[in-house]
């Protein structure tokens, strides 16, 4: 809720941003608006809805007089809270499928009931999972990525993770693949007749 009061009546409108506002000469870019309010008052308020959670919004007030005199406040900033966990449902993790597996690498899809992050823990043993990849961070419903760097030959043990926007995090359970043996190219040489 953003509120300021004014020397005289005037109308309530807010300018508001998640990125830094870009400074061109004397002005400043907001990425989004609140509809005028054109309710003339002294004292006025305005709520921001549809707001990410845990992000620095830069804002500035805006008021404009019977006479369209305008008057503009300074850019201030806040800071939204995370959203409590008790607000959002926990991801349910469904369709775990190893769709590639190669002698080095092993792709890894899932889906989910609610957008979450995706990351994967792995490791040679049930109990032993402990590599990890990158989270990343997008929330989505359809999740897939790919394992590298594995050995040929061997059976991995693996996990799927994800985080909903509240950060509470569900997992899969324990599934395995095997990566097959190194694959040996031969190279033949074909040779191009004279003409």
Do not use: C
């Amino acid at each position: 809720v953003i509120s300021w009061t004014t020397d005289e009546p005037g109308t309530s409108k807010v300018e508001y941003g998640s990125t830094t506002p870009t400074t061109g000469g004397s002005s400043i870019t907001y990425t989004a608006s609140t509809t005028r309010d054109v309710i003339l008052t002294k004292k006025h308020s305005i709520t921001l809805k549809n707001l990410q959670s845990k992000t620095k919004y830069n804002f500035r007030a805006l008021s404009d007089d019977v006479s369209d005199n305008r008057g503009l406040s300074g850019n201030f900033t806040f800071t939204t809270d995370k959203i409590p966990a008790s607000l959002v449902p926990d991801p349910t993790i469904t369709k775990v499928a190893v769709t590639a597996v190669r002698s080095s690498s092993a792709k890894i899809e899932w889906k989910t009931n609610i957008p979450a992050t995706s990351q994967i823990i792995f490791g040679g043993g049930t109990e032993d999972l402990t590599e990890s990849t990158l989270e990343a961070t997008t929330l989505t419903t359809t999740h897939s990525m790919t394992l590298t760097d594995l050995l040929p030959k061997t059976k991995y043990f693996f996990s799927v993770v994800s985080r909903n926007i509240a950060e509470t995090a569900t997992s899969s359970e324990v599934g395995t693949f095997q990566t097959p043996s190194l694959e040996i190219q031969q190279l033949v040489v074909v040779a191009r007749p004279d003409a």
